[in-house]
């Protein structure tokens, strides 16, 4: 039996998944992130340990991180032909871009619900000068 080291996450990468589940995001999607931060590269099957989610959790969180352009996964040459092909992800983009697209996504929300707000104002501001 070979044995592998297995990380777990530190108090500053706890914080870090915190923080982007009180920005929106899913805790699995959160841990498979943070996991990649600090492993450029790996193996479904190390995230499932070092990140202690299940496959379909990380498949879940992989998929949505590919969809968002910052993952990409390939299936690793083995040496034996035999047993399921081992998917390697990686981040294609860099920590401070995923940050900076993430704070664009936010604003973005932000102008979204001012604009509701500002055209609630506008509409109960008319209701004041004509009765409904």
Known sequence: MELKKINYFTEKEEAVINLLTELGF????????????ANTESTIKDIERGADLRQFEVSIATAYLTEKKWLTCHVAVRG????????????????????ASIEEEK????????QKVSKLQHLVHECDTQPL
Do not use: D, F, N, Q
């Open 26 to 37: 899913r805790k699995i999607v959160a841990k498979v992130l943070v996991y990649l931060i």
């Open 80 to 99: 034996s032909i035999r047993g399921r092909p081992v998917k390697v992800v990686r981040l294609v983009k860099p920590v401070l871009e995923i940050i």
């Open 107 to 114: 604003k973005a929300e932000i102008r979204a619900l001012l």
